[in-house]
């Protein structure tokens, strides 16, 4: 019987690092699905208000932008979900949420410089255009979003205790 006592704190110690698994995977890929979906929903609501029907082109929009939250969702996002700890400042909702969108739009910028001929003019590229906008928006729903799934966790954590 002292046997199986001893192994109490070592399932403990599993069942905390699977639920924080858990947490960093889901949480992470729900907050970018979130994050992306509202920029698509932005561009699809907004032709229906403006009398524009090119909705294969925002297909293909939605598609790109997709391919650039998901890359940004594997490189930056899962990392921080794994490494920074629930009680971190940085998961506050009005602190991830700024987080996410100097985030977005300083990733939006440097795609934007990178991809795009440019003449030596800065404010061809940093400054406010559509895409930085967008990915402004994406960053801060995201990081609102990863803050209040965090808090969430974090709270549920705290009930099981």
Same mark, same amino acid.
């Given at each position: 019987?002292?046997?199986?006592?001893?192994?109490?704190?070592?399932?403990?110690?599993?069942?905390?690092? =699977?639920?924080? +698994? @858990?947490?960093?995977?889901?949480?992470?890929?729900?907050?970018?699905?979130?994050?992306?979906?509202?920029?698509?929903?932005?561009?699809?609501?907004?032709?229906?208000?403006?009398?524009?029907? &090119?909705?294969?082109?925002?297909?293909?929009?939605?598609?790109?932008?997709?391919?650039?939250?998901?890359?940004?969702?594997?490189? #930056?996002?899962? $990392? #921080?979900?794994?490494? *920074? $700890?629930? /009680?971190?400042?940085?998961? /506050?909702?009005?602190?991830?949420?700024?987080?996410?969108?100097?985030?977005?739009?300083? #990733?939006?910028?440097?795609? +934007? @410089?990178?991809? +795009? $001929?440019?003449?030596?003019?800065? +404010?061809?590229?940093?400054?406010?255009?559509?895409? &930085?906008?967008?990915?402004? *928006?994406?960053?801060?729903?995201?990081?609102?979003?990863?803050?209040?799934?965090?808090?969430?966790?974090? /709270?549920?954590?705290?009930?099981? =205790?």
């Amino acid at each position: 019987m002292t046997h199986l006592k001893s192994m109490k704190p070592l399932k403990n110690l599993f069942v905390g690092v =699977a639920s924080t +698994s @858990y947490f960093g995977f889901v949480g992470s890929l729900s907050a970018a699905i979130f994050g992306w979906f509202v920029i698509d929903a932005i561009l699809f609501l907004l032709p229906s208000t403006t009398g524009t029907k &090119n909705y294969s082109g925002l297909i293909l929009i939605a598609v790109f932008s997709g391919v650039i939250v998901f890359v940004t969702w594997i490189a #930056i996002l899962l $990392p #921080i979900f794994f490494l *920074v $700890p629930l /009680r971190s400042l940085i998961w /506050r909702w009005p602190v991830s949420t700024l987080i996410g969108g100097v985030s977005g739009w300083v #990733i939006m910028s440097v795609f +934007s @410089y990178i991809s +795009s $001929p440019h003449n030596g003019s800065v +404010s061809s590229w940093i400054f406010l255009n559509g895409a &930085n906008c967008l990915a402004a *928006v994406c960053g801060a729903t995201t990081g609102l979003f990863s803050g209040l799934i965090a808090q969430s966790f974090l /709270r549920s954590l705290k009930q099981d =205790a």
